[in-house]
């Protein structure tokens, strides 16, 4: 698989996060890339560093939020927005590298929720 840097999603992410006033998020740490010839059906994914990565070689948690250009470039603007959104809801208020899962006890990431930010956005 190739990858490439991804500076319009990044400047896409960044206004997302300031917009959204996720302030739990630092947009410094977070990296944008698109995947070519990727073989998963995901529109886009997030992955995040696990926490060993700090304590032992003392690097920050980061993210990279990875999009598929064979899926993600054919939405519509839209679209493409909600999959950002929906990555960053992925990331816990501890910025920790961890990742949140779709259902846990106090959140939920789907359409209805991801339908609740974009109205912030208006």
Not at 29 to 36: E, H, K, T, V, Y
Request: hydrophobic share 40%; charged share 30%; net charge positive.
């Amino acid at each position: 698989m190739k990858y490439q840097q991804a500076p319009e999603i990044k400047q896409t992410v960044s206004q997302l996060i300031n917009q959204l006033k996720l302030k739990h998020i630092n947009p410094k740490r977070i990296f944008c890339i698109r995947s070519f010839d990727a073989k998963t059906h995901a529109v886009a994914r997030i992955w995040g560093m696990a926490k060993i990565f700090k304590e032992v070689a003392g690097i920050e948690p980061c993210y990279i939020i990875e999009v598929n250009t064979k899926r993600f470039d054919k939405l519509p603007e839209q679209e493409k927005i909600k999959t950002l959104i929906h990555e960053l809801m992925h990331i816990p208020k501890t910025f920790s590298g961890a990742l949140l899962s779709h259902r846990g006890k106090y959140h939920r990431i789907n359409d209805k929720e991801i339908e609740k930010l974009i109205k912030k956005l208006k």
